[in-house]
């Protein structure tokens, strides 16, 4: 999950799909270039999501025609709940 | 040398023109038998001696596989000036029109893509007025 998101291209894309869930490629390189100015090909955009898809962090499903990007939160609660919480909080009983 | 013509391939040329003229309200330019099919254009009512739009059979058999890639992937196949996106959005919304993008801010533009029922995506885009 880390690993994922230590690009910053890939961050932008998980801000993005916060915003919007079930997005297409294409929503999501018109985003990225013309929101961030990201210089990004098409190929790149794609890889980029299939790490983030790896990680768990993204979804991709098919609806009717269309392939659809959707944001998981759970690796991003999990680190919180696990790493940052604990560091941030230290006071704080750790969730079983 | 000027262009006057853009196309959209249609999988039903009737469907096609019910669809950019009832929906969209476009207005039927040309229509000549043409083989099998017809030669079919609409123009916008807003411009009815500009470019038209050529509603082209898509019977091709490289054309299927091609359209259906640019829909997975989401790729609008044009795209066409509006002045109010939102507005746009809630009247073809309201007619029944699939969006797979809502009205979005995309830097100065807004721009929302639907489906042409045809087999394409379609974007409609607005400048910013001032």
Redesign the interface.
Known sequence: MFKAISDPTRRVLVEELAE?DG?????LC??LI??HGLDVS?QAVAKHLDVLEAAGLVHVRREG???LHTLDRAPLRAAWDEWFRPLVQPDDPIKE | MRINLASVFVDDQVKALAFYTEVLGFEKKTDLPAGEARWLTVVSPEDPDGVELVLEPDGHPAVGPFKRALVADGIPYTSFAVSDVAAEHARLAAAGVAFTQPPTAMGPVTTAVFDDTCGNLIQIASLPTD
């Not at chain 1, 997005?23 to 929503?27: A, D, I, S, V």
């Open positions: 919007r997005q297409t490629l294409f929503e018109v985003r013309s929101r098409r025609r269309y392939r």
